[in-house]
C-alpha cells in the first residue's frame, strides 16, 4: 500500500513539473552550457529514472505516460536545440529543402510481399516493395512474389540491382544531376555544428548504456541524485529453451498464473528481454536463483539478471534515443549524413574504436529488442548513404572474422545478427570487387569457413562421424558464411583489373585448400559377412556439398570471363589433384591386363574390398574447368600454355570411375550389408540437387580421359574396375559361372548391364556445352523431353526435375513452350505440360538423369505410344550432335576390339539361352551401342565429301568372325540369327532396324564408291523391301488374333444359352418383373393428366397411398419392410449447429439453459442441420456395431493416445459402409395414412372449434395444477373432444427407443446441453431440424439453379422425408401436455389469445419455422378429437393459409418502399389493387409507420418475390410430409413455377385473394399482429428488420491477386500484443474477419480450455465451424469444434494451375473462381465436416495436430 502511495506522489510530483517544465528554455539554457555534455548527462541523471521503470511493470515499456513524459522532458529540448525553432516547423522545414531519395528504402515488416524480376534483376536478392513494383515495368515481366521474413530492403532506384528498369515512377530521377553534391552543405552553418555534438553525444550516450555490463553501477556524470534500493530481476531470451517450459519455471519462479507467464514469455521472446519481479535486492535474488535452479537441468540456464532500476531506465531511454535518431534523419539527407559521420568516426583507441564498431562488436551480448532497434538505424543511416555505405562495408569486412566467431557462438537466428546484413552490402557487385580487392574477403570468407570445421582425420580431410549435438549446432551456423561466399560471386565480372585477377586466384586457392579437406572425405568399405553396427554419419557431407554445390559452379563461369584466370585455375586445379593423388596408397601392385589382341598397364585395385569415397570436388572442378577449356578452345589455341601433357589420363579417370563402379554394385546388391546411408549417398550423388557437380561431372572426366586414350586401354581398365575383365578374357569363365552361385551370376549380370550403360553415357552424353557442340538452350530442352516421355507433368514437378543455377531459375520458361503443350486444370487437379509428337524422336532410352523407376515407365509410355501410332516397337537411339575438337576421339569407343568382343560375347551367348548367364536388359543395351554406332557412321558419310575422310568404319568390323578366345560368328552373322528367334520377340523390331542401317550404309558406301554424285531414292530399295515384309507378317498375325478372338466369343455365348436352359424358371419370373416395371413406367403420364394436377396439402391431396417401403440392412444384409410396429430400421445421420443461413452475425449464442425455442426469429442466427449419408441399418445392429466401436476405443486409449478422425465420446460414429461421420440414426417411420374424409369445414369453422380445443386444454391444464375450476361449466368442449384421452402409441418399443434417440440428438447439439428426455424443448428441436434443413436446401436448389423436385441426390431425398415424418410422429415420445403447450403458444401467434403470455411479434418469427412447427404439433391436439372426423389435411391447409396471409403482412411491413420510376401504375392488375389494399390496411393499424406507396406493381413485385422462397420450402415440406408425388413443371427449371407451386400448395396464384376472401375474419388478426408494440418500435429503428426474399450468404470476396491479401496480412497487427506483427495472420473467409492465429498471445479460454483465435472465432462466427484462408501459408483451414480440422487446397493458383501451398515457388497467384465456389458450395450444403473427417481418416497426421490451438 506505502508503494502505491509512494507512486502516486512521484507521478503527482512529475505533472506539476511537466506543467512548469519549458522545453525551448531548456534548450536555451544547454546553448549558453559551456560543456554540453555534462549538461545534458545531469538532465538525463535526473529525469530518466523518475520517468522510465517506476514500477513492477519495467523494462517492457509502461504505456502511454512514459511515451509523453519522455517526448516532452527528453526528446522535446533536444529538437529544440537542434533545430533551434519549434520542433514540428523545423522538421517540416527540413523535408521541404531536402531532396528525395532516388533510393526507396523501404524496410519490409514480417510477412510483407516482396516481388523479384525474374528477367531484370541481377540477383534473386534483388526486391521490389509492392508500391514500387506496382509502379514499374516489371509487372509485365516474369517475376516471383515471396514474403519478406523482415529487415530488408526495397531495392527501388539502386541501379546495380537491375539490369533494366531501376526506377519506378515515383522514384524516377529528375535530370539535375544530385550524384555529386554533399547534402550537409544544403543544411545551415549553425544546424551542422549543433547536429555534430547532439548527435554524437547521444549516440555515445546510447551505445554506452546498451554495452553496459554492470547491474548497479551507472557510467560517470549519469548516477541518480537519490538510489534506492529498487531492482528488477530480468529474464532474458535464449533460442535453447522452449516456450513450456519457460512458462512452468516462471510459475514456480515468482508466482504468477498462467496468463501472465505466457505473457512475460511472449515478451521475453519478442522484445529479448522482460522484467518478471520487481522489488528489494533480495526478493530479486530470490527469482533469480530458482529460474536459474529450474532450467539449469538439460541445457545451459535461462540468463537471468539482478539490475538496478536506473541502469534498465537508461537502457531503455538508450533504445528511444536511438529510435528519435532514426525519425529524425529521415526528414534531411544532410542529417543522416552527419550521423553516419559521427557513427564511424574513429575514436582515440585506433582501430575499431567508432561507435558502429562498438556496437557491431558487441552485438552478441545484446538482447534482441536492442539488436533490432540499432540494426534498422544502420539500415536508415549507413546503409541508405551510398558514400558510407561503402565505408561501413570496409569496417565489416574489415571485422568479418570475430563478427562471425561472435555469430556462431552466439545462440540466436540470424535475422537477429548483425551479420546479417552481408546481404545488404556483398550483394552489390561494385562493394563486392572492392571488398574482394581491398579487403582479400573471398579469402577471408572462406578461411573464416574452414577454420570453423577443425574436425579432421589424419589425412587432414573433414571428418563429421561422432558429431556432438553442439558440434552440428555450431556447423549449421557457419553455413551461413557460404551463403556470403555466394552472394560476393553471385554477379561476374564483365572487364577484369591485375589486382581482381590476383585476389580471386587467391581466393580460389583457399578454396581449392576446402576441396582438398573434403576429396576422399566419409569413405567406405564393403560389409562382408555381417551387416554394419553404426549407420554412419553422412548427412553433414552431403550438406556441405549441396551448400557448395553453386559456388563450384560459380567460380566455373568467373573463369570462364578470362583466359588468363581459366589458364591459371587449371593449373593449379590439376597440381591440387596431383596432391590428392599422391595420397593414394594403391600404386605398390602394378598389373598388366590383355584382351582382344591389346593389353595394358594398370594396377591392382577393388572397389568391392578396398576403401572409396562418394566425395571427389577436386576431380569434379577439374573436369568442369576442362569443359571450358574445350568450349573456348583455349586448348586448341595455346597449347603450349596448358600443361596438357602431364596429365595422365588413367589417374584422371580412376577416382570418378570408382565412384560409379560403386554405384554399380550398389545397384548389384553387392553393399546391401552397408545399409541405408550409402543408399541414400547413392540417392543424392543422383538426385538433381548435387548431380550437375557431382554425377555429370564424373561422366564429363571419363569422358576426357577416354578422348586422351587409347579406346581399347580405357575400356580395358573400365572392365578391371567392375571386376568383369575375367568373364569376357576367358572362353570357358562363363560355363564355370553357371554352375556357379546363383547371387553371382545375378550380381555379374547386373554389374555389365551397368557397364554397358557407362560406355552408352560416356559416348552419348553431348549435351554439355563443350563437350559436344550445343547450346545451354539444347541441353534444358533434352531434359525436358525426356521428363516429359515418362508421363505429362505439371510445371512443378518439371521444375523440380531441373537442376537451379544460382538465381534460382532452370531455363525452362525459355524452351518448355517449344516442345510441350499446355492442358489447363479442371476444379480439380493441375494444368499439365504434353510432349509434342514431334519430338518423341529425340528420345534416347539410356538417358543419363533417368532412375531405374523412370526409365521403365519411359520405355513403356514410348512403346504404347509408338503402338498407338501404329509404328513398329524399336526404340533407336536418337541423332547425336558433333563433339567438340578435344572430345572428338570419343566416337572411336564405338568401333574399338574390346568393344566388339564385348558386343560379340553378349549376342553368342544370347544365341544360346540354355543358361541364366545373361539377361534382356543387356541384350537390349549392346543393340543400343551397336545403334549408335551405325548412327555414327551414317551421319560420317552424309557429311563426308569422299570415302576416304571416314574414319568410322563400323560395319566392316561387324562382318569379320570373331577371333580367339571366342571363336564366333561375326557380329553382323549373330544378330540375323537372333531375328527370328522367338525367345526375343520383343527385341525384334530393333534388330530389323539394325539390319536395316547395315543395308542402307552399304548401299551409300557402295554409291559414294562408284560415283560421288548420289540420289537418295535408291537408297529406299532394300529398305523397302524390309518394310514391305514386315507389314505383311504384322497383318498376318492381327488376322490370327481375330480368329482367335470370335472363336473365343462363340464358345462363351455357347455356355451362356447352356446356363440360362438349366436355370429356365429363375430367368422367367425376373424377366416379368422387368416387363411389368418398363410397361408401369410409359403409361404414368397419361395418367396424372386425367387428374387435374398433383396437391400436396389439404383435402384434395394425391399420393400417399398404401406403399410397402422394403428397406436393406447394410450390416446384416436382411431385406425387412418398414413398419411402425416393426423392428425399428434406422438411417446414419449427423446433425451439427449451422449459421449457413445467418442473417445476424453479430447476434450471441443463446443461453442453452433459459434458450426459448418456440419460435425461431427471422435472421436464422442459429440452426440445427442434419445430413445422412442415406445408408439404412437396424436399430438393434446399429447398436451392436456402435457398442464395438466404444469397447475399442476405450480399449485404444488404454494403449495409446492416438485420437480418431470422431469423437466416441458425444456419439459419433463412421458410417460402417462409406465411412461418412454419423453422430445419430434417423428412424425409418412409414407414411401416416389419414382417411380422406368428406367435410372440410371452412376457415371459420376450423377456427372456431381450434378455439374451443384449446380453451378446453387452458382449463384441463389449469385443473391439473389444482386451480378452482368454477369457470369451467360455461365452456363447451367440441363433442368428441377428450382432454384426458391417451391416444395408442402406434410404434413398436425398439421404434420409441430411436425416436427418442434421435430427439435427443438433436436436442444435445442444437442447445448444447446433455440431454434430458423430460425437457419440453426436446420435441422443438427435432422439428427446428427439420425446418432448417429444408430451408438449407431450398436455398442451395435456388443458388446452383436446379429445379425444385427431381434434382436431389437420393441421400439427401430420405433424409428429408424421414426428417419430415419423424416430425409428425416425435409427439408420441413426449408428454402430451408438453406438445398441447406448444401448440397453443405456436397458434396464439397466429390468433392473439388473451390467456398466452409474451407472444412474440409478428417480425421476429421465421414464418416457415412456425408453419413446420404448427403442422407437426397440430397432430397430438387431433389425436384427442374421437368424433371421428378426420379433419387434419383440412387444418394443415388452413394453417398453411393463415400463415402464407401472416408472411404477406410480414413481407409488406420489411418491404424497402423505394419508388420505381416505371409507369406501371396505369392499369393496375388485380393483384396489384389488391396488395395496395392490404399495405394501406395496415398502414392504417399502424398509424402511418409505414411510408405510402402508390405504386402497386412495385409492392406485388415486392410480395410475389418474398413469398417465393417460402413457398418453395412448404411445397418440399408437404411432400415429403405427405409423400405426394411433384407435378412435372416443378421438376424441370422454366417458366410455369409460380401457378404449378400455387396450385401444388392448393393456394390461389394470386395469393392475395386468400386475405380478400376471407378479410372480415382475418381482419381482426391483422389488428392483432399490428397492434404488437414491438412492431411499430422496430419499424421505427429500434431493432434489426429482416428483409424478404433473404438473400443466399456467400463466402467473402477475395482479390483476384494475392499479392493484395499478403499485403493486407502484413499490416495486420495482432489485437493482443501491443502493435506486434502477427506471425500466422488467417482470414475468416465466412466474415471477412483477420485473426492473429497459431500463437500464445491471442488464446482466450473456450469451455475452461485455452484456444487459439481460428478456434474461439469460429464459435461466435459459425456454431463452431470455421472456414479460414491461412495467408502466409496460402492455404484453406477448416475447422469443425475444438478437435477437428484439415487444410484443403487454396482457390489461388498460378499461370500454370497449379496451387502453391506454403508460397515456396512465388510464381504470382490469381484467384480461381470456379475453385472458389467449389469452397463456397461444400460450405452451403454444410459438409466442411465430412470433408474434415474424409481427410483425418485418408491421412492420419492431420489427426494429431492441435487444432483448437490454431
Partial sequence: MAAAESDRDLSSALCSEFLNFSAKDTAARWQQAPELQAELYQHLAVYVPRIFCLGPSGGGGGGQREELACQLLLLAPLEWLLLGAEPSAGLAQLQENNQPSLLCGHVFKVGEPTYSCRECAADPTCVLCMQCFLGSVHKEHRYRMTTSGGGGFCDCGDTEAWKKGPYCHKHEPNNRDTSQEDPVAQLPADMVVRSYSIFSIILKYAVDMLTWEQEDQLPAGLEPPEKGDTYYCMLFNDEVHTYEQVIYTLQKAVNCSQKEAVSFATTVDRDGRKSVRFGDFQFCEQAKSVIVRNTSRQSKPLRVQVMHSSVVAHQCFALKALGWLGQIIQYSDGLRRVLCQVGLQKGPEGENSSLVDTLMLCDSKMWKGARNVYHQLLMNSLLMDLKYKKLFAIQFAKNYERLQSDYVKDDHDREFSITDLSVQMFTVPSLARMLMVEENLMTTIIRTFVDHLRHRDLQGRFQFDRYTAQQAFKFRRVQSLIGDLKYVLISRPAEWSEQLREKFLEGLDAFLELLKCMQGMDPVVRQVGQHIEMEPEWEAAFTLQMKLTHIISMIQEWCATDECVLIEAYKKCLCALGQCHSGLPDGEQPISLSLAGHSVETFRYQVSQDKVSIHLPVCRLLAGLHVLLSKTELASRFPEQLPLGELSPPLLIELPLRCLVLCAQVHAGMWRRNGFSLINQIYYYHNVKCRVEMFDKDVIMLQAGASMMDPNHFLMIVLSRFELFHIFSSADCRKRYRDGNKDVVQQNNTLIEEMLHLIIMVVGERFVAGVGQVEPFDEVRREIIHQLSIRPMAHSELVKALPENENKETGLERVIDSVASFRKPGVTGRGLYELRAEWTKHFNLYFHHYSRADQSKAEEAQRKLRRQNGDDSALPPPALPPLCPLFASLVNLLQCDVLLAVEGAVLQWAVEPSGGGWTESMLQRVLHLVGMALLEEQQQLENSSGDDDVTFNYTSKITRPGEAPSTSGSVLALLESLQNAPHLEVHKDMITWILKMVANIKTMRERSSCSSTVSTSQGQGPEETVRDKDKAERKRKAEMARLRREKIMAQMSEMQKHFINENKELFQQSLEELEASTSAAPHSPPGAEVCVSEVCVGPRRSGGGDRRQLVTCILCQEEQEVRGQGRAMVLAAFVQRSTVLSKNRGRAPPNPEHHDALFMHPDLAFGTHTASCGHIMHATCWQRYFEAVQLKEQRRQQRLRVHTSYDVENGEFLCPLCECLSNTVIPLLPHTHTLHSADHPSLEAWLQSTNQQIAALHAAHRKSDGEAAADREDLAAPEGFRVDFIPPNPFSSSVREMITTFSTATYKVGLKLNPNEQDPRVPVMSWASCAYTMQAIERLLVDEDKPLFGSLPCRQDDCLSSLARFGSACWTAAPPSTTHTHFIRLFAALVPDSQVENTPCILDVDMFHLLVYSV??????????????????????????????????????????????????????????????????????????????????????????????????????????????????????????????????????????????????LEPLLQGWCCHPAVKQTLQGGGVIIRFPRESNRLIDLPDDYSALINQASSFTCPRSGGDKSRAPTLCLVCGCMLCSQSYCCQTELDGEDVGACTAHTFTCGAGLGIFLRVRESQVLFLAGKTKGCFYPPPYLDDYGETDQGLRRGNPLHLCPERYRKIQRLWRQHGVTEEIGHAQEANQTLVGIDWQHL
Fill in 1416 to 1561: 407437426l404439433a397440430y397432430n397430438s391436439v387431433h389425436c384427442l378429437d374421437q368424433s371421428g372426423r378426420a379433419v387434419v389435411d383440412s387444418a394443415h391447409l388452413h394453417l398453411l393459409h393463415l400463415i402464407t396471409v401472416a408472411h404477406l403482412v410480414q413481407i409488406l411491413l420489411t418491404s424497402t418502399t423505394e419508388e420505381v420510376s416505371m409507369d406501371q401504375d396505369s392499369g393496375g392488375s388485380e393483384e396489384e389493387e389488391l396488395t395496395c389494399l392490404l399495405y394501406n390496411t395496415l398502414r392504417k393499424h399502424l398509424c402511418s409507420v409505414l411510408p405510402e406507396v402508390s405504386s402497386g406493381w412495385h409492392l406485388w413485385r415486392c410480395v410475389k418475390a418474398g413469398v417465393l422462397p417460402f413457398l418453395r420450402a412448404a411445397a418440399l415440406f408437404f411432400h415429403h410430409l405427405n409423400s405426394a408425388p411433384p407435378p412435372a413443371e416443378l421438376q424441370v427449371a422454366g417458366p410455369g413455377q409460380w401457378e404449378a407451386l400455387c396450385s401444388y400448395l392448393s393456394l390461389p396464384c394470386n395469393l392475395l385473394q386468400l386475405y380478400q376472401s376471407k378479410h372480415t375474419l
